[in-house]
């Protein structure tokens, strides 16, 4: 064998398959062929996903009260007239929903709350908060953030704590829920679970207290000043002291702003003593302690009594949208399958000739 | 010596003259900064960020300057160490010639000095090998016949050796100390570019003599950069320096050409704009309509500063457009431009890789001057090449030869085996009679003489002593190959030219005696006469005139001769492809040539128009010639297997036999003799349609293109246009090369403008090089200068098929796909944030956190797109290779069409109407989580966008064919990347961060089922639409792209199955 004498030119690309362009690939093809199949497969698979979610989402009960107090529709109009326009609402004006059930609410059974026209996602409001403030920073528990403006600073000029639009507008309604077991009995209070209603993370991670002076967190909050709209500062939220501060189960859900403008949140749980399968058969009254106006901006305010599933609370959107989509699939697979066949066959005629 | 640079002897313009310091680089250590980021603010993507940022910077925006700024930063921070290196490089290279050591005359001395402290006037002494330090007016040499021999390789390519002429009263001083004392003024037009254009006189003032005045020419100056060659040293005084000198002027770049695909893309970035300028528009004022109840405008729970209570209404209006500007700024990436020229630069490494082109003769790939134009190669709709050097590689070798219509071979068939230098030859017509012998040796003789070619000094060059009788083997060498040919194939009918000694040539003869003729004068080969001349004095005394020279150049000035014969016998060898050559000669006596000598001496001496004078005088001598025969020479013909315009020098025939080889048949359709047109129609039987060709040359289209007084100026050029437009191949011969980038001009600016592509490899086309959209220069024998000034070089023209029907191809379907998904996915992006603002009280509130922002462009979504604008391969090469129809497929700007575009476009809102209004039908209201709590804002956009980054992603999948383990990787890997990230980034409390919205949402979002479940289905929703275009697409109007690929596939089957069957056989056989 003779090789050649002259030695390769300096500059002799490469010969791999990269630089050749010749990189062994799969070419997959969009054929008909492949599609098909996987059309009405997909359709099948969504129909029956679908069934499953549809019927799960409709095996949720839900039972809702406007409470807002549209003149005339209840005892409530009358908080709601009394505290129109009016900011910091006056306190205490109660009124009371009741409702009595046939049969049993499946439990578990959850308490929410659901404001509408509430925009917790404008803006200037998801910005107007510290988090650094509420996690318990010394440093800026006393110097919040400029974002928090106009609710950075009393009057006075004492940083406010927890500053911020959105720690200013707690919802501050409250709720209590009684049971009459036989007709014309007493009412029983029927024990709320109020913790676990916000994201674990946040209550023992995200949300810390400023370090207690001498075991009190009154003077870790000394200098500085409640939120204008507070009856109460914020170490005072809660008699109890694991539940008190910044690290209020209520304060951390109300802290995570809604994405819409019309948004629910959790208020309780209902799992304990004999409630614990769901609310029996009866007569029901909530209690209402109505403080929060929303009147002034076009709002409602709703109570909801739900049950959730493994997919949640009540939501029918998705399997709607999953016996939809199948059914879709499978109706364009038998268009494609009757346009292939016809064209296979002008094809074929093609070639003949 | 006084040097004074006039224009002209009367305006003497008092000169400052330049030091010898060149400087090519563009930024000094101290203007670097603000100098670069000027001009990289002056690109109008550049710009357009760098505002965004500043109004993030200044007013009080929704998301976080550094989502622009970073990103902007990286772009101009590379693109700044990209240039500041080359810069770096280009000061290196300077300062390595302005420091490197001249020898010069100072004081009867000689002496060392830095290149750069050559002043004008200096005399310098440049010895064998070395490179002139500036341009030079040669003074002497240490060959007593005043030439040296330059090598101007560096300047303009041309590796052959040239002489120049020192100046004849100068050329005795050979030492220092007489150069000292030469007293002389240099006379020279301002700096000019062009290469081989110089006018000059010196004065030289001998003691008590009057002065004597010499015309200096371009063959007295010695340029910068060339070097010289098989000369011990020379002298010379130095005129042009640093930047004026004609290398240094010849720097300049060139102007820059722009891709198609860029100006759509720059078309498509102005509607985005206006995209993005309606939307922040309608927003604002939205906005401020939703605004009018005042509890919407400051609820009790969200109340406004006092100072942004007191602000003026229209300012707060501006600032809320700008604001709404700068959350859907990210339609238009930043990243694009990135991504673009990184796809291009590194894309066009597999040219430069790529075996297939790679030339084993020379050891020359395909070179990429500029890879702005790489997807350009696949739009060409034109391609006007020039026949003489490129369809032909210029390997030329001497056929026959003609005298008085006897035809010569020059070698003879011995025993069926060919001896190439035996002196003999063979006679094909009748022998000769006296007379004929007589012309016949004359004719060798005015072969022999009247060229330009250099004997390359064996002796010298390369130190080996060879004895004295192996002269024949001496190396020629020219600037033209035919002329080697031709002295070649001479040398073997008898006649060596064996050397130019003191003006003085020298020829063996056949009786092995040495003749030598005096060389009077030259009138040298240039491309608008087509002819050279040569006047020399034979030892009897007696002075001849040759003229060799292109058919139609010499029988015009032909009176005597056997022209009928000739002719016909170089119209036969034309048609056979060969390049012709006539050869005819004019004795005259002394008297006559005085004549000439003065005629030709004023002319060379004038100051002002030099070269028009000279043609005057060369087309007064060369008249009144005796035809004596013509030669052949074979080009070996190269396969061209493409659609092409022949632009060539050629005469007709040869053109004709070109066009032969590239179609089919040809016949004459009508003649037109007023403009000397003619039509060839080209019938192809194989389809219906017929192919017309058109055949037309430069005198011809000289008239058409000149404007007429009458007004009708423009008719025969349209009428040439249309009759053009429908020829699938024309072909224009005898062009001057002004002439070319006419043509290539012509079509340009034609109604459709069509892309164009020339194709060259000699001086001559690189006007047409510059002017055609795409420029590819051939890397070939005949120098470099093509393939410098193109965009693309390739060592062989056969290459050309490669390079566009598949790279070309490749990079087309490639930056298109880039182009339009890049606009695909941020629309896919920005529009769910533009919906969000509905359902946010216009609060410009972003829907995804800053890193999503950020990095969504950067990082998630980057590299599978860059990967597929790299590595995609729709069909493979070797199907692009077999069929060129394919082309077709992408031919005018396909892949970019506003229909396309629109399409792309309305998948993205299509897509980004499923994400948005899936995911708000999914959370509004209700709970997703086991543990009835529920969700925020940032879990809503983080769900949007993880179905985004998903379904971009997919469809990037779908539009893949080309799937190596780096596609899987890079795709695969940022949907995992951006998994691990997200758990990553909403897994930790980040201390640098002042906010921790992102804490657990991902987290959170994932362990809801319905998310899961949503998500699924929201990603299959948004891409079943494309999928069922593309189904429908293939299966009903399949494009031949899609033909073959569906054949392809099938083919591999069946191949397999045939592979099979023969196996059976051969197994049944055995």
Known sequence: ?353 | IDISLNLCAEAYIPQKYPDNRIVSSKYTFWNFIPKNLFEQFRRIANFYFLIIFLVQLIIDTPTSPVTSGLPLFFVIAVTAIKQGYEDWLRHKADNAMNQCPVHFIQHGKLVRKQSRNLRVGDVVMVNDGETFPCDLIFLSSSREDGTCYVTTASLDGESSHKTYYAVQETKGFQTEEEIDNLHATVECEQPQPDLYKFVGRIHVYQERNEPVVRSLGSENLLLRGASLKNTEKIFGVAIYTGMETKMALNYQSKSQKRSVVEKSMNVFLVVYLCILISKALINTILKYVWQSDPFRDEPWFNQKTESERQRNLFLKAFTDFLAFMVLFNYIIPVSMYVTVEMQKFLGSYFLTWDEDMFDEETGEGPLVNTSDLNEELGQVEYIFTDKTGTLTENNMEFIECCIEGNVYVPHVICNGQILPNSGGIDMIDSSPGVSGKEREELFFRALCLCHTVQVKDDVLVDGQKKSPDSSRSCIYISSSPDEVALVEGIQRLGFTYLRLKDNHMEILNRDNDIERYELLDTLSFDSVRRRMSVIVKSASGDIYLFCKGADSAIFPRVSEGKIDQVRSRVERNAVEGLRTLCVAYKKCTQEEYDEIHELLHSAKVALQEREKKLAEAYDQIETNLILLGATAVEDRLQKAGIKVWVLTGDKMETATTLFKLLKTSLRVLSKDEDLAFIFYVSCRLSNDLQDFGLIIDGAALSLIMKPRQTGSSGNYRELFLEICRNCSAVLCCRMAPLQKAQIVKLIKLSKEHPITLAIGDGANDVSMILEAHVGIGIIGKEGRQAARNSDYAIPKFKHLKKMILVHGHFYYIRISELVQYFFYKNVCFIFPQFLYQFFCGFSQQPLYDTAYLTLYNISFTSLPILMYSLMEQHVTSDMLKRDPSLYRDIAKNALLRWRVFLYWTFLGVFDALVFFFGAYLMLENTTVTINGQVFGNWTFGTLVFTVLVFTVTLKLALDTHYWTWINHFVIWGSLIFYIIFSLLWGGIIWPFLSYQRMYFVFIQMLSSGPAWLGIILLIIVSLLPDILKKVLCRQLWPTATERTQTKHQCLSVEQSTIFMLSQTSSSLSF
């Open chain 1, 1 to 353: 064998m003779a090789w050649s004498a002259t030695s390769p030119g300096a500059n002799q690309p490469d010969n791999t398959a990269f630089t050749q362009q010749r990189l062994p690939a799969w070419q997959p093809l969009l054929s008909a062929g492949i599609v098909l199949p996987l059309f009405f497969c997909v359709g099948l698979a969504f129909i029956g996903l679908g069934l499953g979610l549809y019927y799960t989402s409709n095996g949720i009960k839900e039972l809702e009260y406007d409470y807002t107090g549209d003149p005339g529709t209840g005892n409530c109009s009358v908080c709601a007239a009394a505290g129109e326009r009016v900011a910091p609402p006056p306190a205490n004006c109660t009124c009371q929903w009741c409702f009595s059930l046939s049969e049993l609410f499946q439990g578990p059974v959850f308490l929410y709350y659901e404001l509408s026209n509430f925009y917790q996602n404008n803006r200037r409001y998801v910005v107007s908060r510290d988090d650094a403030q509420l996690s318990g920073l010394a440093s800026a528990l006393r110097h919040p953030t400029n974002e928090c403006a106009p609710y950075q600073r009393s009057p006075a000029g004492v940083p406010i704590a927890p500053c911020g639009a959105i720690a200013n507008s707690l919802f501050n309604d409250s709720f209590k829920l009684l049971h009459q077991r036989l007709p014309g009995g007493a009412y029983v209070e029927v024990p709320l679970d109020r913790t676990g209603i916000a994201w674990w993370t946040d209550y023992h991670v995200k949300f810390h207290n400023p370090e207690p002076i001498n075991g009190s967190l009154k003077l870790a909050f000394y200098g500085t000043a409640k939120p204008p709209n507070w009856p109460r500062p914020a170490y005072d939220l809660s008699p109890d002291p694991n539940n008190t501060g910044f690290v209020n189960q209520d304060f951390v859900v109300w802290m995570r702003t809604a994405a819409l403008p019309t948004f629910r949140k959790l208020y309780a749980r209902i799992r304990h003593g004999n409630y614990s399968a769901g609310l029996p058969r009866g007569a029901y009254c909530v209690n209402i302690t109505y403080n929060y106006p929303v009147l002034a901006f076009d709002g409602h305010k709703r109570l909801i009594f739900s049950s959730i599933s493994w997919m949640g609370g009540k939501n029918p959107f998705l399997g709607v949208a999953y016996l939809t989509f199948g059914s879709l699939c499978i109706v364009t697979g038998f268009v494609m399958l009757v346009v292939y066949i016809r064209h296979q066959d002008e094809n074929g005629e093609d070639e003949d000739e």
